[in-house]
């Protein structure tokens, strides 16, 4: 089992930074793919950041291209996202996600969640 936990969420105006944090407890030596997904009230879940542990070019989507970094510090087994110039329409509850089989944008993908941490952006 592998469990998650979110935080660095929060209140921001538009135009600022937030960094969110993920640390990873348990059996995380299965975890081959984490990503980052985020709902806002009344939509659906939405892939934000994805990438292979073992390396190689991370996934964005296309809202977020050019403005969220996603990374990881091994020693510490904790996934970041980092979010610049951020926009009222970022404004959702953030989870992280994590999976041993599969990874990429799409939520059913991935099989461990955390519990979310909101980010709301204010104009």
């Known amino acids: 089992q592998v469990q998650l936990v979110e935080s660095g969420g929060g209140p921001v105006q538009a135009g600022g930074s937030l960094r969110l944090s993920c640390a990873a407890s348990?059996?995380?030596?299965?975890?081959?793919?984490m990503g980052w997904f985020r709902q806002a009230p009344g939509k659906e879940r939405e892939g934000v950041a994805a990438f292979y542990t073992g390396g190689g070019i991370p996934s964005y989507a296309d809202s977020v291209k050019g403005r969220f970094t996603i990374s990881k510090d091994n020693a510490k087994n904790t996934l970041y996202l980092e979010m610049n110039s951020l926009k009222p329409e970022d404004t959702a509850v953030y989870y992280c996600a994590a999976s041993r089989f599969s990874g990429g944008l799409r939520g059913s993908n991935y099989n461990y969640w955390g519990q979310g941490t909101q980010v709301t952006v204010s104009s």
């Open positions: 348990g059996s995380t030596y299965s975890i081959n793919y």
